[in-house]
């Protein structure tokens, strides 16, 4: 194969065309590496969200199976205390999961108050449903496809991140999971950060640029109203001469 590519470049390079085969090959070589990591990406992508279903199933089966489990117990203890002494006893019930959702309370600046309820109602179910014991909304945030729709993201205890839409001039809002991490989200905040200082970078760089162009405008407009008082003082001087003469 190499020597087919070899003798290729040899043959575009008797005609002149050397350097534009050889800058032909580096960029089907990048086309091909590019589609390739793509392709393991997806891949990659496509894994751990089967994982994280995995995970989910387990979870659920685990806790039904627990609870259960717990139920029969706790009958049966009854029932044997009911058979010793004749009494019944109230069987004993697990202690409820509270779920912190202080680092929730951002959604405020921009949410209503109706609609953080009932998307905080929604958000504990669900992690009293897993055992999750906290919640918190990440920094990192952006525009949807109108002005008025904000995304963010939720990190659940867990390690779960889902995504929250929210529409601000009807105040709906919706959330549904992802097959990004902690560390993504973060990743996307970093580079929002360092896109927003070069860009308020750029933005002091054109300002200081038309401060210093109206600063030599200024300085040419003094310089030619003094060239003409100059002038016409001159001219003042030579008509009093002449007329001094006469």
């Known amino acids: 194969m190499f020597r087919k590519i070899r003798r290729m470049y040899w043959y575009q390079r008797d005609r002149g065309k050397g350097a534009r085969f050889i800058l032909f090959v580096i960029i089907l070589s990048l086309s091909i590496i590019s589609i390739t990591g793509l392709g393991v990406r997806s891949v990659v992508l496509s894994q751990n969200q089967k994982k994280m ?3 989910t199933v387990k979870e659920t089966k685990k806790d039904k199976s627990s609870k259960s489990a717990s139920g029969s ?3 049966q203890k009854d029932a044997d205390i009911d058979n010793v002494n004749g009494q019944e006893v109230e069987s004993d019930t697990e ?3 509270t779920v912190d959702t202080s680092g929730m309370t951002s959604f405020l600046s921009f949410m209503t108050e109706e609609a953080y309820e009932s998307m905080i109602d929604e958000i504990e179910e669900k992690c009293k449903m897993f055992g999750i ?3 918190k909304k990440m920094d990192y945030q952006e525009s949807g496809k109108t002005d008025f729709e904000v995304i963010s ?3 659940y205890g867990d390690g779960e991140v889902a995504r929250c839409y929210y529409n601000i001039k009807n ?7 992802t097959i990004f991490t902690e560390s993504d989200i973060e990743e996307m905040e970093e580079y929002r950060k360092e896109k927003e200082e070069a860009r ?3 933005e002091q760089k054109k300002a200081k640029k038309a401060a210093k162009k109206a600063a030599k405008k200024a300085a040419k407009k003094s310089k030619k109203k003094k060239n003409k008082k100059g002038k016409g003082k001159k001219n003042n ?5 002449k007329k001094s003469k006469k």
């Open 53 to 55: 279903e995995e995970r």
């Open 153 to 155: 993201y939720i990190l």
């Open 95 to 97: 202690p409820e999961i």
């Open 73 to 75: 117990a706790i009958k």
């Open 200 to 202: 308020l970078k750029a």
């Open 171 to 177: 105040g709906k809002y919706n959330i549904d999971s």
């Open 133 to 135: 014991d906290t919640v």
């Open 237 to 241: 001087r030579k008509s009093k001469n």
